[in-house]
């Protein structure tokens, strides 16, 4: 398995940062999670953002508590047909968004079946965050006491965010990325991201996911 | 005369009407002639109801050059590999499919809000995307059994762009004078009549933006059932399938370079997105001259019959990057966790941010030259139905593509209720679909010729033991034989290779005897 690690033995660079996260969104098609990204990576926005097919990812350095943090975000397709492909990516990830769209109640809804994909697929140790997009919109559907409900039941900390108006977009990367960190500093959850390839899958996790908030 | 104002937009050859004193003139004036003279081979083809010149001009360097070129060409050559039986369909039965609701348009509404981004003017955009929703929808509701997945209005957007033209409300007159299939005197454009099933839009500048909605139907119609069913079962098995043979084809030609990126222990979903929509989702972004690439790919599709053409021209962009592939790969060892993680970001970083129009127009020559239309390893890899096999059997009635489809529909249930049943590790699944897995998996010929050898030794066994007398039934052999195939845990099959050596082992060693339970 280390056949391509083995070829690293020569370039010898530099570390230009403390350390890596790796962050997966999440969530049905058309609730702006490529947006969110786009918005954060190259504070942008586009009303008529291309789908993301499959999944794809961007790269994004952050600093926390003086630490360089290079935050790797892998941007998942909707389309439930895809769900086969996309959670082969979950693996390993430290941060999880779960993203609805709270002018549409039916991606609200769909949060459970989410969280439970998320759950079957995902290492043990990752973050879980709720995010609402497009809090700008006033057709809205899903309140946001509906919303602090739903994060509450379960136990995972929440956020409304518009990624149009730029409203709480960078506090939901930060938000978990220092939640990360202090997971990592409590529990010394390290060695799980280690250089062998090998990162253990905590395929059949079921235990709650959070203790935070 | 019809004038190809927004071809011009998203064709490569805008610089003509840029200054001539560039010091790069000459060469633009070869290009154009050779552009011309091209166009003027097209048209004469046309003419002459050459399919045969057509599809060799296609697939030759630029394709069909341009759009004014491509709508009559791409329609002729489509309709003569799939025809449309007007008597197929009663007209009382295509009115009622109209109106039922296919179970994806609800996807299809949320991609069209998306698609078209970079057309700049708003009238012509929303025009745009009412055509595009009208096709997929009159596609989907006509054949309900076909799945919507997110990359097909890609797809259906190339066409659109396609068989939209513009005209300048002071050319109407002499528009609806010219006559269809007639070249122009300077052999560059393909003068065509308007149909009663044109939609148009007027501009603010008052141009005229036209599409043909029954030719676009027509073309999309026929492009689907002959090439895009295998993304549109329930699951994305048939097409994952498909994304196996680009490891395969790289092996072939540099297995070294297959080696250092792992392509044997990596799934290929890295092409995903540039497979599904034949590059037009990934090269989209860029500039206008690089969306040309995307046309001529199309082109050589629909001239070579092959959706071969998108695999090679992935596997031949992979060598092409070989270096800096490698240069990337050696850069971010140390930015991702996993190797999945690192060949998936790598390749996709490198093949879309880095690949010059040279570099792709390289491609596609090679592409070309290599006539890829088949690859003997398909066979192995794809269903027995797949867009890949049945082009041999091209041209075809819509009947006989229609049951390839139900025939393929078929075969991914079993598929999908095969994996279900292998996903539930607990609950004791039949042996004889864990053998089916087995040997589908499409694991090295090793493991299949093992399971030959592991299987002519046991009916020998089988047999030598009836002649020597432990059964006086063979019937009864034949079952504690099975009943000992049933008990034995294949779970670990998948896992490692080893494994296989010691359940049969086992097996052969008792085999024959009276089961003891």
């Given at each position: 398995m280390s056949g391509i690690r083995t070829i690293s033995s020569s370039s010898g660079n530099v570390k230009s940062y403390d350390s890596i996260m790796k962050i997966l969104l999440v969530g049905d098609s058309g609730v702006g999670k490529s947006c969110l990204l786009v918005r954060f990576v190259e504070d942008k926005f586009s009303p008529s953002f291309i789908t993301t097919i499959g999944i794809d990812f961007k790269i994004k350095t952050v600093d926390i508590n003086g630490k360089k943090v290079k935050l790797q975000l892998w941007d998942t397709a909707g389309q439930e047909r895809f769900r086969t492909i996309t959670t082969a990516y979950y693996?390993?990830?430290?941060?999880?968004?779960?993203?609805y769209d709270v002018t549409d109640e039916r991606t609200f809804a769909n949060i459970k079946q989410w969280f439970s994909t998320v759950n079957q697929h995902a290492n043990d140790e990752a973050q879980l965050l709720l995010v609402g997009n497009k809090s700008?919109?006033?057709?809205?559907?899903?309140?946001?006491?509906?919303?602090?409900?739903?994060?509450?039941?379960?136990?995972?900390?929440?956020v409304e965010a518009s990624a149009k108006d730029d409203t709480n977009v960078n506090d939901i990367f930060f938000l978990l990325a220092k939640l990360i960190q202090e997971k990592i500093d409590s529990e010394k959850l390290v060695g799980n991201a280690g250089r062998d390839g090998n990162v253990n899958v905590g395929g059949a996790g079921q235990g709650s996911k959070s203790n935070c908030c | 005369m019809v004038s190809d104002r927004y071809s011009v937009l998203v064709n490569d050859h805008e610089f003509l009407g840029e200054s001539v004193l560039d010091e790069k003139s000459?060469?633009?004036?070869?290009?154009?002639?050779?552009?011309?003279?091209?166009?003027?081979?097209?048209?004469?083809?046309?003419?002459?109801?050459?399919?045969?010149?057509?599809?060799?001009?296609?697939?030759?360097?630029?394709?069909?050059?341009?759009?004014a070129l491509r709508r009559p060409v791409w329609l002729k050559i489509l309709k003569s590999r799939l025809s449309i039986d007007a008597n197929n369909v009663s007209e009382s039965e295509k009115g009622l499919s109209e109106f039922v609701t296919h179970k994806d348009e609800h996807q299809v509404s949320l991609d069209v809000k998306r698609s078209f981004g970079d057309i700049k003017d708003d009238v012509a955009k929303s025009f745009l995307r009412q055509a595009l929703e009208q096709t997929i929808t009159k596609v989907l509701r006509r054949f309900p059994q076909l799945n919507y997945y997110q990359g097909y209005h890609d797809v259906v957007a190339v066409f659109v762009l396609v068989f939209m033209h513009t005209h300048k409300a002071d050319e109407e007159a002499e528009l609806s004078d010219s006559t269809s299939g007639t070249p122009s005197t300077d052999g560059s454009d393909y003068h065509e009549t308007l149909s009663s099933s044109s939609i148009s839009t007027k501009l603010a500048d008052d141009s005229v933006l036209f599409i043909d909605s029954d030719q676009l139907f027509e073309s999309v119609m026929i492009f689907t059932l002959l090439y895009l069913r295998d993304f549109m079962m329930s699951s994305l098995a048939f097409t994952i399938d498909q994304l196996v043979l680009i490891p395969l084809i790289v092996k072939d030609k540099d297995p070294r370079f297959y080696r250092t990126f792992q392509l044997n222990e990596i799934d290929p979903f890295f092409a995903l997105s540039s497979v599904l929509t034949l590059f037009?989702?990934?090269?989209?972004?860029?500039?206008?001259?690089?969306?040309?690439?995307?046309?001529?790919?199309?082109?050589?599709?629909?001239?070579?019959?092959?959706?071969?053409?998108?695999?090679?021209?992935?596997?031949?962009?992979?060598?092409?990057?070989?270096?800096?592939?490698?240069?990337?790969?050696?850069?971010?060892?140390?930015?991702?966790?996993?190797?999945?993680?690192?060949?998936?970001?790598?390749?996709?970083?490198?093949?879309?941010?880095?690949?010059?129009?040279?570099?792709?127009?390289?491609?596609?020559?090679?592409?070309?030259?290599?006539n890829s239309s088949s690859f003997p390893n398909a066979k192995k890899t794809v269903n027995k139905y797949s867009v890949l096999l049945t082009a041999s059997h091209v041209p075809t009635t819509i009947d006989q593509a229609l049951s390839w489809l139900a025939k393929e529909t078929r075969l991914n249930e079993m598929r999908s209720s095969l994996e279900s049943v292998n996903n539930k590790a607990k609950t004791p699944s039949p042996a004889i679909s864990r053998w089916r897995l087995i040997a589908r998996s499409a694991g090295p010929n090793l493991i299949k010729m093992s399971l030959f050898i592991g299987v002519a030794a046991i009916l020998m066994k089988l047999y030598l033991r009836s002649l020597e007398g432990h059964q006086v039934y063979p019937q009864i052999a034949l079952k504690s034989y099975l009943d000992q195939l049933k008990s034995l845990k294949f779970s670990g099959l998948n896992q490692s290779r080893r494994i296989w050596l010691d359940p049969l082992k086992n097996l052969l060693k008792n085999i024959g005897r009276p089961s003891r339970s």
């Open positions: 693996r390993g990830a430290m941060g999880i968004i779960l993203v700008d919109m006033d057709t809205r559907a899903v309140s946001t006491d509906q919303g602090e409900t739903l994060a509450k039941e379960l136990g995972i900390p929440f | 000459v060469l633009y004036f070869r290009e154009d002639e050779r552009l011309t003279l091209k166009s003027q081979n097209i048209s004469s083809a046309m003419v002459q109801d050459s399919l045969d010149g057509l599809v060799a001009l296609g697939k030759s360097k630029d394709g069909f050059v341009k759009h037009s989702h990934d090269l989209r972004p860029q500039s206008n001259e690089s969306l040309s690439i995307v046309f001529q790919i199309f082109d050589l599709v629909i001239s070579s019959n092959s959706m071969m053409v998108p695999l090679t021209v992935y596997s031949n962009l992979l060598l092409a990057k070989k270096d800096d592939l490698l240069t990337r790969l050696k850069d971010n060892l140390d930015n991702f966790e996993n190797d999945t993680d690192l060949i998936h970001g790598v390749i996709q970083q490198e093949m879309i941010v880095g690949s010059s129009v040279q570099l792709w127009n390289e491609v596609l020559e090679t592409t070309r030259i290599a």
